[in-house]
Nanobody, 119 residues
Framework: VQLQASGGGLVQAGGSLRLSCTASGRTFSNYDVGWFRRAPGKEREFVAAIRWSIGTTYYADSVKGRFTISRDNAKNTVYLQMDSLKPEDTAVYYC?????????????WGQGTQVTVSS
């Protein structure tokens, strides 16, 4: 599956952004979809994920309560709503897909979208 991430930008601390991840080539119906991020000089880290078929969601502790992952079946799109943004959320955000399985194996990756949070 090919992924296209969008929605990044520059926002002040406390603001919000919504990222989108759209699949082409096939639907998300048999996949789990995750968001990851890589900040300058840091390793890539998990942010959030959703099991498309049942809607179960998972979050990193650092974003729990501020970010919300959701899906739109009709648009074949996964969203990451990011509220109460902090400067430490600045990173390139990537969406990724894994064939649905007990332990996801994210092998399909989008191109990334830059999120910059100013203080």
């Amino acid at each position: 599956v090919q992924l296209q991430a969008s929605g990044g930008g520059l926002v002040q601390a406390g603001g919000s952004l919504r990222l989108s991840c759209t699949a082409s080539g096939r639907t998300f119906s048999n996949y789990d979809v995750g968001w990851f991020r890589r900040a300058p000089g840091k390793e890539r880290e998990f942010v959030a994920a959703i099991r498309w078929s049942i809607g179960t969601t998972y979050y990193a502790d650092s974003v729990k309560g501020r970010f919300t992952i959701s899906r739109d079946n009709a648009k074949n799109t996964v969203y990451l709503q990011m509220d109460s943004l902090k400067p430490e959320d600045t990173a390139v955000y990537y969406c990724a897909a894994s064939i649905a399985r007990p332990t996801p194996d994210f092998r399909s990756w989008g191109q990334g979208t830059q999120v910059t949070v100013s203080s």
